[in-house]
């Protein structure tokens, strides 16, 4: 790797940061940027790096003080209130002390703060007192793993690096690390940083400049390293999977994976590096060493899940997966026993599910609770994949025993850093919505959003449907309702896209009207086609994704008050809709024992751009009613609105005793009213 520092860049930082903080700290922020912005350096949040400068106390004394990463900050788009200020003095002075527990530590830093509303700053805060340097740089980069990640890795980083870089030996990050690490410093100060056994590379320098490209040539002489000895064996016999095969995969691998409340959304990853890997003959072995850094453990779990399910379909997959899910878990939970015993100590066990699973000719599929989750995972394993490729290129790839993994896995600093999973009903729930681009669909994509679900958005609709899922972040896809082919291809996007699928909203309809004995058979097909058969189409797709996942879901269709109480000049839409309503009881009945729930929701006079503002006027008139009276014409005397209609939508979905139902929306209609 080249450096990027530039001179220009370094003072416009400095200007632009003038009214914000000192130059160090505008310089930090840059250099900071510079390694963050690189995933070969550092990838979703890992790494850290610190300045010591000065700051003006709340007396308005100047002192010296440790600017460095706060937890929660990435360093490619750090700010300067993501490294905040300790005081340095007393800091450093903990350095005399015999030992510090974890929780010690974090209250030491803690008090220590200039600003006590700042984020705790890193895990890694005393390693950066301890030592004397103005600017240090800490990354976990690929190359350097791959050295580090040795039986001999001592003798082959003396190799390289020669008495440049100091070696300290694998201590887990905390107090006693920080110490070691100043020890190794002090028997040679004119090191220019120092390799982490297992862990990674600190550098440092009297600038920001001097400390980063120092951190850049030695990843660079890493990188040559590995080049050099570069090769890999692949047996390419292997033809690989045909795609349809994640589409039946995921859906069960899935629904086994997820147990009682806990369900994963997955991401596969095939890309050529992937599927090298996965096709190596010596995969079973190179894929149960372990983690490329410890700090992964918290994200990828200490080994990944080889399935090798070949062509394999239907039930004899699914016992496949079963068997090796069930000696996965088993070997976890003995995993944490035999460390609880080891230790004398009691941990509340992790689940013990996978979250990275290796198929042969297929490539790799991450889970998460989250699809972020899902991605930190796939993006570390797959930087995982590269640092063992060159580590055994090298010599031997070698991690950390499982008493060391087993520390950092369960150490409350590094579970922190995944924050508490807000208890939302619908997490890890995948959600398919039609129509979704406005009105009811939008409402009831938003909701769903709200309760914690994955979303999948169709519309016909390109422009609002795209505005819609970037405000959600979710995936989106523009459909025509009447093309049978594309509605079922959309249901396995969303299983590609996400690994399955829970729940089904099937909301998008049209609004024809015409006289019955006059309208064509022509004009009634296509208001059959997109009120009644696609949402047919679209369930009965959803429906074998659902039973291939066996953890039950939920159909959810939007009929309307048309159903039960038809109004002359309607004819083309309440066919159509008093069908959808028997379509949603046949669901009922045929997937009930697969715990399926089907329901609808009956709403009516929701201002939306399905009837045209004209159309409003004229029903109104010919009630002798203004347009907001008009909307209000029910029991209730209340207007009902779209987010109305997408809470009852939420409310079904949550509802895990109730199938066959109709909600009515409708601020009351007794002529309406379905019994
Ligand atoms: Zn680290």
Aim: glycine share 8%; proline share 5%; net charge negative.
């Amino acid at each position: 790797m080249d450096s990027k520092w530039s001179d220009e860049e370094a003072a416009a930082f400095v200007e632009r940061y003038a009214d914000r903080c000192n130059a160090d700290l505008a310089l930090r922020v840059y250099s900071s940027r510079l390694i963050g912005s690189d995933p070969t350096l550092v990838l979703h949040g890992g790494g850290n790096t610190s300045v010591k400068t000065t700051a003006n106390d709340d007396l308005g004394r100047e002192i010296s003080v440790l600017c460095v990463k706060g937890s929660g900050w990435n360093l490619g788009d750090i700010e300067p209130e993501g490294l905040p200020a300790v005081r340095l003095e007393t800091l450093r002075a903990l350095r005399g002390l015999d030992k510090l527990s974890d929780e010690d530590m974090v209250n030491a830093q803690r008090t220590r703060m200039l600003d006590a509303s700042a984020p705790n700053p890193s895990v890694e805060t005393l390693l950066h007192a301890f030592l004397p340097h103005k600017f240090i740089d800490h990354s976990h980069a690929d190359a350097i793993l791959s050295l580090v990640d040795q039986l001999d890795a001592e003798q082959i980083c003396r190799q390289q690096y020669g008495k440049r870089l100091g070696i300290v030996p694998y201590v887990m990050p905390g107090f006693a690390l920080s110490k070691l690490a100043a020890e190794v410093y002090d028997k040679d100060p004119e090191v220019e940083g120092l390799l982490l056994l297992r862990h990674g590379l600190f550098t440092f320098g009297n600038s920001a400049r001097e400390s980063y490209e120092r951190h850049v040539r030695a990843v660079s002489e890493a990188e040559e390293y590995c080049a050099r000895r570069r090769y890999w064996s692949t047996r390419k016999s292997q033809l690989p999977l045909p795609a349809p095969a994640y589409e039946r995969l995921a859906p069960t691998l899935r629904g086994l994976l997820g147990e009682g409340e806990r369900r994963y959304v997955l991401e596969l990853r095939s890309s050529p590096n992937v599927v090298d890997f996965v096709n190596d003959s010596q995969l079973e072995e190179l894929s149960q060493i372990g983690c490329a850094t410890p700090d992964h453990v918290i994200r990828t779990k200490r080994f990944p899940l080889l399935l090798r399910v070949g062509d394999q379909q239907g039930a004899a997959l699914r016992e496949h997966i079963a068997s090796q899910l069930i000696d996965y878990r088993k070997n976890y939970n003995e995993y944490v026993s035999r460390q609880m015993q080891e230790k004398g100590l009691v941990v509340q066990p992790l689940d013990p599910d996978p979250r990275i699973i290796l198929v042969p000719r297929l490539g790799m599929i991450a889970a998460g609770p989250t699809p972020k989750a899902a991605a930190i995972a796939a993006d570390i394993y797959e930087h995982t994949i590269e640092v063992i490729r060159n580590a055994e290129a090298i010599d031997r790839y070698q991690a950390l025993p499982e008493g060391d993994i087993f520390d950092m896995e369960y150490w409350s600093l590094e579970q922190a850093k995944l924050g508490k999973q807000k208890p939302l009903p619908l997490v890890g729930q995948v959600v398919y919505i039609s129509g979704a681009a406005r009105g009811i669909g939008r409402a009831t994509a938003q909701a769903f959003a709200a309760q914690g679900a994955v979303l999948y958005l169709v519309d016909r609709e390109a422009g609002p449907l795209r505005a819609l899922a970037s405000e959600l972040r979710c995936r989106c896809e523009v459909i025509d309702l009447t093309d049978e082919q594309a509605v079922r291809q959309s249901v396995r996007h969303a299983v590609q896209c996400h690994g399955g699928l829970d729940g089904v909203v099937s909301n998008a309809g049209i609004a024809p009207q015409g006289a019955i004995d006059e309208v064509s058979t022509a004009e009634l097909e296509h208001s059959f086609a997109i009120n009644l058969y696609a949402h047919h189409w679209l369930a009965s797709e959803a429906a074998s994704v659902m039973k291939a996942q066996a953890s039950g879901g939920f159909l959810l269709f939007n009929a309307s008050k048309a159903a039960f109480n038809p109004g002359a000049g309607f004819g083309p839409y309440a066919l159509p809709k008093a069908a959808l309503i028997a379509l949603m009881k046949q669901y009922a009945l045929e997937l009930g024992s697969w715990g399926i729930r089907s329901n609808a929701v009956n709403a009516d006079r929701v201002r939306t751009e399905l009837l045209d503002s004209e159309e409003v006027r004229a029903r109104a008139q010919a009630r002798g009613l203004d347009v907001d009276s008009y909307y209000r014409s029910n029991l209730l005397q209340r207007e009902v609105s779209s987010r109305d209609v997408a809470g009852a939508f939420v409310q079904l979905a949550l509802a895990p005793s109730t199938s066959s139902a109709v909600l009515t929306v409708d601020g009351g209609n007794i002529a309406a009213s379905p019994r």
